[in-house]
């Protein structure tokens, strides 16, 4: 089973926004920390460089079912050295308001086999050809890149990034990024401990396929949330799961 444990840290910004539940949106900076499964690609990057592809960000819900190149998924630009999230932010505004290209760039912390990548995370481009145009960009603005090395498998990735939500209704949230959800929980549970309590939320409930996610925001109050990923989900399902996580949680502790 893959999860994904997601640390938010968030400084808020509520602002009017057009969301078909009629609520404010929340505009935050935080942090996710999440298992995917990464590999080096070779083709279509500048030459000598390191870049890594996320083969699939919700494994959860996709399993084996997953197509990789339906359509552009996450890079990675291995970089030579750590970039601060205000610096990789800065950069993406400069190259999107210099180009025209439509993206989302963040920093991330990459760790596989008990070794760390510092790296840029670019996603929503619209197409593979962009990813050396990209590259070249943030060259430009004085990005050094690691050089090649052959990785494949499972990594831990932390990344720093902004999330937009919405209150669908008490305790649930929207992301702004389709098909997305936060359930609120109502104590902070550790990363092993949540695995556990996963298992058995599965076991326990009929619903449709979900990818789940360990999140916890900072806004006005510190809210322990899990993540949802699915592409079927109902709210009323929502609100089952939510109340079958906490049910469990109880028991747990």
Do not use: C
């Not at 996450?74 to 970089?79: D, E, G, L, N, S």
Request: proline share 1%.
């Amino acid at each position: 089973m893959n999860l994904n444990l997601v640390f938010g840290i968030l400084y808020t910004n509520a602002k009017k926004a057009n969301n078909k539940y009629g609520n404010d949106m929340l505009e935050t900076f935080g942090s996710i920390i999440k298992e995917e499964e990464i590999i080096t690609i070779n083709k279509g990057i500048i030459n000598n460089t390191f870049v890594l592809e996320n083969l699939g960000a919700f494994p959860g819900y996709y399993g084996a079912d997953f197509s990789l190149h339906d359509q552009p998924g996450a890079i990675f630009f291995v970089t030579l050295k750590e970039y601060s999230a205000e610096e990789v932010f800065r950069m993406t505004h400069e190259i999107k308001k210099d180009t025209g290209f439509h993206f989302d760039g963040s920093t991330a912390l990459i760790t596989i086999d008990n070794k760390n990548y510092h790296a840029i995370r670019v996603r929503s481009y619209s197409s593979f050809e962009d990813i050396a145009d990209l590259q070249t960009q943030y060259a430009r603005h004085g990005v050094v890149y690691a050089k090649p090395k052959d990785v494949k498998g499972i990594a831990v990735i932390n990344i720093k990034k902004i999330f937009r939500i919405a209150q669908v209704t008490d305790g649930i949230y929207k992301d702004e990024e389709k098909d997305m959800y936060y359930l609120k929980i109502d104590r902070q549970i550790d990363w092993d401990d949540f695995r556990k309590i996963t298992a058995q939320v599965r076991h326990n409930i009929s619903l449709s396929a979900f990818d789940a996610a360990l999140a916890v925001i900072y806004a006005t109050e510190v809210l322990d949330l899990v993540r949802i990923y699915s592409k079927t989900i109902k709210t009323e399902e929502l609100v089952l799961l939510q109340q079958k996580y906490q049910e469990i949680i109880n028991r747990f502790f």
